[in-house]
């Protein structure tokens, strides 16, 4: 299994401002990707972070909006840039462990934008 | 495209019953594969279950078994006798590069 930390798990935020979420892993791992989680809704795939390069975003998602960085194999961030009240979501980072297919969680960092 | 479709937004049951959260999915890959996950009111994730398309073997582990038709693109998630503590919202999800979920079903067991 792995074991996935997402920091911060909570924050309060202003509107026009940014903020960081960190997402560790406890084992290397060749695919991570962000998703969020809107009050009520499903998951909604952000983008896929690639260690080295740039991020692969889904429709309706952009870089400037979400930049991703993905150093190495265990450790990814996302950023929340200049914030609306309509940000306000729970962002999870996931994993994918190819040797048995699980996709794990983090326990996510919900987001409150006034 | 691909689409996950949880027709059922909301069960509720009386503990001890059986319930089956439906799930039908749409794609164009012939390699994909289907999860299950398990939200509680606690907000985590949960893994249940990962099928790949070849396999359509029904499962059974303890109280949840799942049903993968091809032919009618379901994989549908039974709970038999239903206990409070399984209360939460459950979700399909379809992968075949990226992981899509279903809307989720909102289960709730009374006592």
Sequence with gaps: SA?????PSRDICQRGTSLTIQCQVDSQVTM????????????????????GSEATYE??????????????LT??????????PEDSSIYLCSVLLWETGELFFGEGSRLTVL | AQKV????????????EDVTL?????????????????????????FLIRRNSFDEQNEISGRYSWNFQKS?????????????????????ALQGGKLIFGQGTELSVKP
């Design chain 2, 5 to 16: 479709t949880q027709a059922q937004t909301e069960i509720s049951v009386v503990e001890k």
């Design chain 2, 72 to 92: 009618t693109s379901s994989f549908n998630f039974t709970i038999t006798a239903s206990q409070v503590v399984d209360s939460a919202v459950y979700f399909c």
């Design chain 1, 59 to 72: 429709s309706g998602f952009v870089i400037d909006k979400f930049p991703i960085s993905r150093p190495n």
């Design chain 1, 75 to 84: 450790f990814s961030t996302l950023t929340v840039s200049n914030m609306s």
């Design chain 2, 22 to 46: 439906d799930c039908v999915y749409e794609t164009r890959d012939t390699t994909y594969y289907l999860f299950w996950y398990k939200q509680p009111p606690s907000g985590e994730l949960v």
């Design chain 1, 3 to 7: 074991v996935i930390s997402q920091k």
């Design chain 1, 32 to 51: 991570m990707f962000w998703y969020r989680q809107q009050p009520g809704q499903s998951l909604t795939l952000i983008a896929t972070a690639n260690q």
